[in-house]
């Protein structure tokens, strides 16, 4: 399997159906989680961690908070909407064997963090970061990552026991894959169609 | 020069010094934004768009605004913070040849996004998710990225015209550089060391 990244990045999915089940190799997870770590950072704060949660009882907990939510956005949509929702699968909890927390604290590297003081979200931007070199590192070593959005950020903090001052940003799936699709999910469902790339581009101003 | 992911992602640096000055290759710059395009969105609502700014009058009136806030921030300092964070390069704004200015429309996929109702910000996630992207083509492509924070969103906002509604999340300096250094900035010049891996990780909870 080609690790170039522009291959990983045309590759690389989020996953929902296509877990095997496996455990992840702790020599595959080291390296996906020394490829986070290596992420840039505002200040250099690294202001991220990351919670590894193997115990099934913890997931299945997660999982069935993650339904009501399913369930809750459900109720919101209506006709045409509604039915494409409900064939959706929005996670993978229990079958990807492994959830990754990665959280953010907002006080590492102390009171005056370099290139902070005029946006305080840089920090959160900076876990991202982290995220999605963990992602292109998991899906370069065969994986597959699916990030679940459906929970209170209260409940997912409580779970894993986060201190005051340190925020969930990601729950993260992650484990071996019988393949991945070569379209994304919402796509082949009929959710959501693409943007072109043009679209996205402004020459010197966005009215350009 | 290797575009192995685990190569890219440990040459990556946030540049400040060390741009050349000329002017980066159009078809290289489309490889990276369709790199950046690539990303992961939640509910495939894609919500960022990409400001190019080549213009150096509009450039040099960035570069003007954000030796303010860099002097803004050195005055919340003392002593040898003071002293070591005034070596220190924050910007490569002129220099690069080009400012990317990455936006976050939250309007962007109507009014249900899937996977953004227990939590507004996953849209601005998605959009620092694309940054990454970004940042590592940059580098395949043996270009640099400097991510400037010392602004003001209103600033930034206005500069470019941005309409209500969308957030400037980074301006990227990027561009053709001479070398990538080895070291990042911030550890070189002592303002502050990084964290090991270890002490990120953390087994089943946040004690464990």
Known sequence: MSTDLYD?????????????????????????LQAAHEAP???HSQPWDFVLVFDEETRAEFADHVETERQTFAEQLEGERRETFEKIKVEGIRESGLGVVVTYDESRGGQHVL????IADTGLYSTCLAIQNLWLAATAEGLGVGWVSFYREEFLADLVALPDGVRPVAWLCL???????????????GWRKGRSLDEAIHLESWRG
């Open 115 to 118: 290139g902070r003081h005029a």
């Open 8 to 32: 990983v990045i045309a590759r690389r999915r989020d996953v929902r159906a296509e877990f095997s089940g496996e455990t992840v190799d702790l020599g595959q997870l080291r390296r996906i």
């Open 41 to 43: 950072s505002v200040g």
């Open 175 to 189: 484990g071996p894959v019988r393949h991945l699709q070569a379209v994304p999910d919402l796509v082949r469902h």
